[in-house]
């Protein structure tokens, strides 16, 4: 737990520390994807704690279903490997040093911070729901900076504003392989049968 504090520290004060100190850790890649599988079925449970506590969540104007905890692993899962993929593979493509296994690890500790804060928050919205949604916006903003600034480190790249462009594309690809892959599940809200005349 002490490690956890200092590693999480560290990447609030210095992310590129805190990639050369998970770098170092030269896990195998099994203890990769057992930890990827850990946050991910961590993350399935604390949404679906959410949803329940707060329906509104799932049932707002945007009409989104409430995905089984088995929908949520599928669809984090893939698209927490397709993102590293892709940090891999784009940043070597523009001259990056970084690897698909150390990707990985990047990918699964920020989804490990933005998990924490995310706990913090569903906490805090039941006792102050205003303090709470700031915390989550402030806490998504916290996540971007802190993956551009990681994602820099791995590749050992210079500008941090190229990076930024590339993890917009690299989202926009995940969002698309997410959605389809959604598509395929049936879990795509149905849209609004028109209103006949």
Known sequence: ???LVILTRNSLRDPALAVRQLQKLDLPMQVRWMALALVVVLSAILGTLAVK???ELAQGGLGIPELSPLARVALQTGGMVLTAWLIAAVGRAFGGQGDFPDA???VIWLE????AAQAAQVVLMLVFPFLGSILGIAAL???AWLSVQMIKAL???SSAVLVFLGLIGATMVTLIFLTVLAGAFGLMPELPAEVQP
């Open 1 to 3: 737990m002490g490690d």
């Open 53 to 55: 506590i707060f329906p």
């Open 104 to 106: 990985l690890l990047v």
């Open 112 to 115: 490990f911070l933005l998990l």
């Open 141 to 143: 903003v916290l996540i």
């Open 155 to 157: 590749h050992g790249f």
